[in-house]
């Protein structure tokens, strides 16, 4: 057999073997502008109003085959109570949950299922923590009758799926970050608390349903990368009407280091929603308001993905590892100006627009961009989390989420696939 005949038989057998598990090459895959979820799954109904979809909290290629996606639920369906402690779930069995999808064309099929499970194996719920990771959400059901806790809960919000087919999920209680085995088991979680391994104090001070909402891995696999969705209240609430300093923090599984750097958000009221790796020190990150575009009383601003980078930022750490963290002449980072924060020498990340997503071609009708994923150089991709389709009807109740201007359709889970105008790299 020629040197030629020899390569063309290893293609086809490799081609072969990636359609046999179920895959195509990356280079094949045609990706549409926009991929919707098919069928939204109806997970129940209360008073007309349907509880479906779910997904879209984070968003993960697989790592080990193309065109395939893992999207991630949050807690599961809540809304606000006329009561601003408490929080209704009308479904407080819900389970967190990563779905498996496949990209067919313009439709996202749903392939499987998996459930987060607690160290035991059972099946963990979305209800507030008792202790470490308690943000004092009291948590009740639609009759107003209180659900209490789950010690294993999480608030589901960063996704991150390796190349081992195990994941890492980070939340907003905490926060924690987990790492799951491939079938949805807690094998390790990890907070701002003791343990044989802990994140930051000073991230234990997150405002409450504001923890972890991003998480991403660095392409070695070896530095798992969280941001936080707001500034945390620290030293207290007040620092929330004019704080932009969220915090970004690096960490390494295997040893527990971390570092953490000063991301500057556009506006005090800006929310950022998910980060993706790049390189080891460069990522993209959505950062948006809490607003639909196409709301005619109050219409979004901000839907933004940045491109960011740490090589040139401040470790702004505290090596103490205070409750409070690294203090300036007696204040807490989220207190300086961005005057006092040049005078001690805080560098924060770098930041370059990479995509405005008002400006889509196609429009962007959601109030919420979460997912986000680097597909290559040229192509990212972005999700929507649809909130179950509910949202709280001021009554205590739930009323359906529809999107303005969209002829009252219920909102629903979608990816879009955005072609950039600069590589990445």
Not at 11 to 21: G, I, Y
Not at 171 to 184: K, M, N
Request: hydrophobic share 35%; charged share 25%.
């Amino acid at each position: 057999m020629t040197a030629v005949s020899n390569q063309n038989t290893c293609r086809a057998l490799a081609l072969a073997a990636l359609l046999a598990c179920g895959s195509t090459p990356a280079a094949e895959i045609k990706y549409p502008d926009v991929a919707t979820v098919v069928g939204p799954r109806v997970l129940g109904e209360f008073n007309g109003v349907r509880i479906q979809g779910g997904y879209g909290s984070a968003l993960a290629p697989d790592p080990r085959a193309p065109g395939y996606f893992y999207l991630l639920t949050d807690r599961g369906p809540n809304t606000d109570s006329n009561d601003a402690d408490k929080k209704v779930f009308p479904l407080p069995k819900f389970t967190p949950t990563i779905g498996r999808f496949h990209l067919q064309g313009d439709k996202l099929v749903l392939v499987k299922t998996i459930e987060i499970k607690n160290a035991k194996g059972k099946k963990i719920s979305g209800l507030p923590n008792p202790k470490y990771g308690n943000t004092g959400e009291i948590a009740v059901d639609m009759q107003d009758h209180e659900l209490g806790t789950d010690p294993d809960g999480l608030d589901s919000e960063g996704l991150v799926a390796l190349k081992d087919g195990t994941f890492w999920v980070s939340d907003e209680y905490g926060p924690w970050i987990a790492h799951l085995d491939a079938g949805g088991r807690i094998i390790e979680r990890i907070g701002p608390f003791p343990g044989r391994k802990s994140l930051p104090k000073v991230l234990a001070l997150r405002r409450p349903n504001r923890g972890m909402e991003g998480l991403a891995i660095t392409p070695d696999e070896k530095t798992l990368v969280g941001l936080m969705q707001n500034t945390v209240d620290n030293p207290d609430a007040a620092v929330r009407k004019t704080s932009r300093l969220n915090r970004l923090v690096t960490f390494d599984p295997k040893t527990g280091t971390s570092k953490q750097y000063a991301y500057i958000v556009d506006s005090a009221s800006a929310v950022v929603s998910e980060i993706a790796a790049v390189t080891d020190h460069s990522f993209i990150v959505s950062e948006r308001d809490q607003l639909f575009p196409g709301d005619p009383k109050s219409p979004s601003k901000l839907k933004r993905i940045y491109k960011i980078d740490i090589a040139g930022a401040t470790d702004i750490s505290d090596p103490s590892d205070g409750v409070n963290g690294k203090l300036v002449n007696g204040k807490t980072l989220e207190q300086l100006t961005d005057a006092e924060m040049r005078d001690a020498g805080i560098v924060p990340v770098s930041k370059e627009m990479v995509v405005d997503l008002l400006a889509l071609p196609g429009g962007y009708p959601h109030d919420k961009s979460e997912g986000l994923a680097v597909i290559s150089d040229t192509m990212i991709a972005v999700s929507n989390d649809d909130d179950f389709g509910i949202v709280p009807d001021g009554r205590g109740g739930i009323a359906a989420k529809r999107l303005p201007g969209a002829n009252d359709r219920v909102d629903y889970n979608r990816v879009y696939f955005i072609k950039l105008d600069k590589p990445l790299k």
